[in-house]
């Protein structure tokens, strides 16, 4: 039996691995344009980083690692997501004592457990930014503008901020006990999830997407209403800020992360374009996060966005990447050796002076071969047959609109230049 790819993964082949790198510039060039230096952490870590950083009582920790233990019994996880990790990084290489704050973004592989659907992968690749070491609403903005920018730029435009605060663990405990006093009339109508999360983590029950759950909560107090004033004032600056900037959101009481290291500003883009999963990226302050990994109390806020979501609301929308990876010249040779020895050379001189070159390595006919450099969409078919050899010249065929003329070996990559 063959070997097929495990399940949830997907094979990128090489018509959209051109679309990923264009994709991928972009968004290395926005980086630097915005100012973020680019970080690559390990692909897996310690799992207690991602059981403290992420949150024991997430779907992630408890359901989606791909945990195990290595030759040396370590428990190691594959990352699946980076924030914890840049921050891990941060601490770790001490970047705190070397500015007031730093910008920092990432691209890469990501794993989870997740049942494969359309849109979910068991590997997919986030690209994020974090701004760590500063509380100020700005770096909140900025990133929420970021993400608004990149969608502007490769003309996505049906797009919602949907913006929210959760405070922070001063507002939320009392709002914690308010949400569990208006759920616990129906807590056994809520699911199995929910009934769980009702002690542990009862925000997240406002998070629920199943029906039963969402009938439960709505009308139930809402977090933005119950904010210190010190959050209060900075979910205030954050609206002012993206208001100034021209940018729409709308206030969604039902964005939350209910893990007490996430504070404050929490947003997600989402499109309708795509449905059931929707969300194209999503992001939020977590000043508590270092101190849970680390010994540092270090406030941050950061982003992470799904590539592969990116392409699926491309395609949603129609729009796609053009790619001009097309041949400048596809060389052409009868089946005998100084005809390819003499293709050669001239492909590893046009080669060497920078011009996309595609040599046929088959023994099929002229014609054949001239078809195949149509079908490569070759702007010149270079021929070298019997009487091309005879007089030390090829045959050059403009592909477009099949004029023809000979010219020496020596001068075709002048021409080609020029042409
Ligand atoms: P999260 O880290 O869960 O906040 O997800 C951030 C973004 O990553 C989402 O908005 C999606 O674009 C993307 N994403 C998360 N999980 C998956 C997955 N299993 N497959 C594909 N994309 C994902």
Redesign the pocket.
């Known amino acids: 039996m063959s070997i097929t790819r495990p399940r949830?993964v997907n094979d990128l082949l090489p018509e959209t691995t051109a679309k990923w790198r264009e994709v991928e510039a972009l968004l290395h060039l926005m980086a630097e344009e915005y100012g973020f230096g680019e970080i690559r952490t390990p692909i897996f870590e310690q799992t207690m980083l991602f059981a403290r950083g992420v949150g024991e009582t997430t779907d992630?920790v408890q359901k989606?690692m791909y945990t195990f233990n290595d030759r040396s019994d370590r428990s190691l996880t594959l990352r699946?997501?980076n924030?914890a990790a840049v921050c891990r990084a941060y601490l770790e290489n001490k970047l705190y004592g070397q500015a007031a704050n730093h910008k920092l973004y990432y691209l890469g592989p990501?794993f989870?457990y997740?049942r494969?659907q359309a849109?979910?992968?068991?590997?997919?690749?986030?690209f994020?930014l974090e701004i760590l070491g500063t509380k100020s609403p700005l770096a909140d903005a900025e990133i929420i503008a970021f993400a608004c920018d990149f969608f502007r730029r490769i003309g996505v435009d049906d797009l919602k901020v949907h913006l929210n605060s959760v405070g922070c663990p001063n507002c939320r405990s009392a709002y914690r006990s308010l949400l569990q006093d208006f759920l616990q009339p129906n807590l056994d109508a809520l699911c199995g999830d929910c009934q769980n999360r009702y002690e542990r983590n009862p925000l997240r029950i406002l998070d629920c997407k199943k029906e039963a759950c969402a009938l439960h909560y709505q009308g139930a107090p809402k977090i933005s209403d119950h904010l210190c004033a010190e959050c209060a004032e900075h979910f205030e600056q954050v609206q002012q800020l993206l208001a100034a900037a021209g940018l729409k959101y709308v206030l969604d009481t039902g964005l939350v992360r209910g893990l007490d290291y996430y504070t404050k500003t929490a947003f997600?883009?989402r499109s309708e374009a795509i449905g059931a999963?929707s969300?194209?990226?999503?992001?939020g302050r977590y000043d508590g996060l270092m101190a849970e990994i680390g010994d540092k109390d270090i406030p941050g806020i950061g982003?992470?966005?799904?590539?592969?979501?990116?392409f699926q609301v491309l395609a949603a929308v129609n729009q796609d990447i053009e790619i001009d990876n097309h041949p400048d010249a596809y060389i052409i040779s009868i089946d005998q050796p100084e005809a390819q020895k003499s293709a050669f050379a001239l492909a590893n001189d046009l080669r060497k002076a920078g011009l996309k070159t595609e040599l046929n390595f088959e023994a099929k006919s002229i014609k054949a071969q001239l078809k195949a450099a149509n079908n490569a969409k070759a702007a010149w078919a270079i021929i070298i047959a019997e009487n091309e050899l005879a007089y030390g010249k090829a045959t050059l065929k403009n592909m477009a609109n099949s004029e023809q003329l000979e010219l020496p070996f020596g001068e075709i990559r002048a021409f080609l230049f020029g042409a």
């Open positions: 949830g992630i989606e699946p997501e924030t990501m989870r997740e494969p849109g979910r992968f068991r590997q997919f690749h986030q994020g997600e883009i999963q969300a194209l990226c999503g992001g982003y992470a966005m799904g590539i592969e979501r990116v």
